[in-house]
């Protein structure tokens, strides 16, 4: 139903939203939020920045505080890799609390992209109480299952593998907050039958879309900008397949009682 080789009007189209006025103030409350969630995280982990130093083997940090020249080039690498790890939990960390913040922002997002660029077509989303056991659901679920593998990593940190077992975790974020997201923009456009034909009918495009919204989120700074793009790529790459998808229903339902009433007369 839809090429896998235009997925990118959707970024064209999320970074052209972002110029409206009414996104620009949608878009203070998560990054005031995210400002203090990664404030917050700094100054902890500043302080206990052991914790991340003894995710590495033991040998190297014993090495890198002794004294000579490679001793003082090993410490420098083990702070940058230290460093690396620390941004890793910080974008975990912040990102679980940006998955239930978006519970709040994702029915303005999607109602602006709706209003603006697809008024033409009517939603079907489920009504609120379906809507919020639903995401719940799913929240506890994927969250649960997603803590529970992490925790098996950390335990790497124990033999001196921690780095690698937090390589693993944003593998496991990854599919936490993509379900999560994907769902919770889904919630407020279409019904879950609906929901699960456009992800069996678009995986390649859906994959390429969160990898793609996905990695801006490790990068310093631009991660805490970036939530309500993120629901704008979705908001427009979903309605539009839905415009096309409940039009295509129409066609084949009025070809079918074309040829009922053919039939009959």
């Not at 500043?46 to 090495?63: R, T």
């Not at 609390?97 to 209003?115: Q, R, W």
């Not at 379906?130 to 969250?143: A, C, G, V």
Request: some cysteine; charged content about 10%; hydrophobic content about 55%.
């Amino acid at each position: 139903m839809q090429s896998n080789f235009f997925f990118l009007q959707y970024f064209v189209r999320a970074l052209q939203s972002m110029r409206h006025y009414r996104i620009l103030l949608l878009s203070i409350m998560p990054v005031a939020i995210m400002l203090v969630i990664w404030f917050v995280f700094l100054i902890v982990g500043i302080q206990h920045f052991d914790i991340f130093l003894q995710q590495f083997p033991n040998i190297w940090v014993q090495y890198s505080y002794g004294n000579g020249i490679l001793n003082q080039f090993s410490y420098f690498i083990l702070i940058i890799f230290a460093c690396i790890t620390m941004l890793l939990y910080g974008v975990i960390i912040a990102g679980i609390c940006m998955i239930l913040m978006n519970s709040f922002i994702s029915p303005f997002v999607v109602s602006f992209v709706h209003k603006t660029y697809f008024s033409h077509i009517a939603t079907n989303q489920p009504n609120f109480i379906e809507s919020l056991q639903s995401s719940s659901i799913l929240f506890i679920t994927t969250l649960s299952k997603f803590l529970a593998l992490s925790l098996i990593c950390y335990c790497l940190s124990f033999i001196g593998l921690g780095f690698i077992g937090v390589l693993i975790s944003v593998f496991l974020y990854f599919r936490f907050f993509s379900i999560n997201l994907n769902h919770e923009i889904a919630l407020n456009i279409m019904q879950k039958q609906d929901y699960d034909m456009l992800l069996r009918h678009n995986k390649i495009p859906l994959i390429f879309i969160n990898i793609a919204i996905f990695i801006p989120l490790y990068i310093p700074f631009l991660n805490v900008f970036i939530t309500v793009w993120q629901m704008l790529v979705l908001s427009h790459f979903m309605l539009d397949w839905y415009s096309q998808y409940i039009t295509s229903n129409y066609d084949f339902q009025d070809i079918q009682d074309a040829e009922i009433l053919e039939i009959e007369t």
